[in-house]
């Protein structure tokens, strides 16, 4: 599966938008991007992932570049309890999808 | 809609003593469940995944162990532990079915295990 890189950490004010960025340039043809989030002590949630197409659910925006060489994950209303380490990762679809988490982005929300 | 739970929340165990971890899923029928566990600060590691009652795959040698003795049930188990084997486990659960494991894994809210 391909690697990720991601910031280590990011923070962002109370209501305003978060934008969390990741690369993936070595992502193959048949590889999706995922992204989870874990807030301290918690298990990891899955917040959404895409293929090549931006999608959108009710938690988040997935914006993946045309080349899909890096994406966006977009929390379009952050808020405190959006605190978290956010994990962006890239899963083929034929193999044993063994959820490989990096050191993901620290996202800090100050009030 | 699909629920996963784990048990206990958090274990405090002797070096040597056996454990015993259990992971349910609800709401789904014939899931992909999966063992990671979580070392503090660090990433997700494998340790075993199973798409049926009976079927356990093992990524890591170890000395622990799983079993699925009923379609939504996941235990972890070991007869010894260890000082290493103070982690964070965490269940997980896909949809199951022929076409891989690509399916979103949903995790459940894991087990803080201490040995001492």
């Known amino acids: 599966d391909a690697k990720t890189t991601q910031p280590t950490s990011m923070d962002c004010a109370e209501g305003r938008a978060a934008n969390l960025p990741c690369n993936h340039s070595?992502?193959?043809?048949?590889?999706?991007v995922y992204w989870y989030r874990q807030i301290h002590s918690q298990g990891p949630q899955y917040i959404i992932h895409?293929?090549?197409n931006n999608e959108t659910n009710e938690m988040a925006s997935l914006i993946i570049t045309e080349d899909r060489k890096s994406s966006t994950l977009i929390l379009p209303h952050a808020t405190l309890r959006d605190t978290a380490v956010y994990y962006c990762?890239?899963?083929?679809?034929?193999?044993?999808?063994?959820?490989?988490f990096g050191s993901g982005t620290r996202l800090s929300i100050r009030p | 809609s699909q629920t996963i739970h784990q048990w206990p929340a958090t274990l405090v165990q002797p070096v040597g003593s056996p454990l015993s971890l259990e992971c349910t899923v609800e709401?789904?029928?014939?899931?992909?469940l999966y063992w990671y566990r979580q070392a503090a600060g660090r990433g997700l590691q494998l340790l075993f995944y199973?798409?049926?009652?009976?079927?356990i795959s093992s990524e890591v040698p170890q000395n622990l162990s799983a079993s699925r003795p009923q379609d939504r049930q996941f235990i972890l188990s070991s007869k010894k532990l260890l000082l290493s084997d103070s982690s964070f486990y965490l269940c997980?659960?896909?949809?199951?079915?022929?076409?891989?494991?690509?399916?979103?894994?949903?995790f459940g809210p894991g087990t803080r295990l201490l040995v001492l």
């Open positions: 997980a659960w896909s949809v199951g079915g022929t076409s891989g494991f690509q399916e979103t894994q949903y």
């Open positions: 070595t992502i193959s043809g048949n590889e999706y």
């Open positions: 895409g293929l090549k």
């Open positions: 990762i890239v899963i083929g679809y034929s193999s044993a999808s063994k959820i490989i």
């Open positions: 709401g789904t029928s014939n899931p992909n």
């Open positions: 199973s798409v049926g009652i009976g079927q």
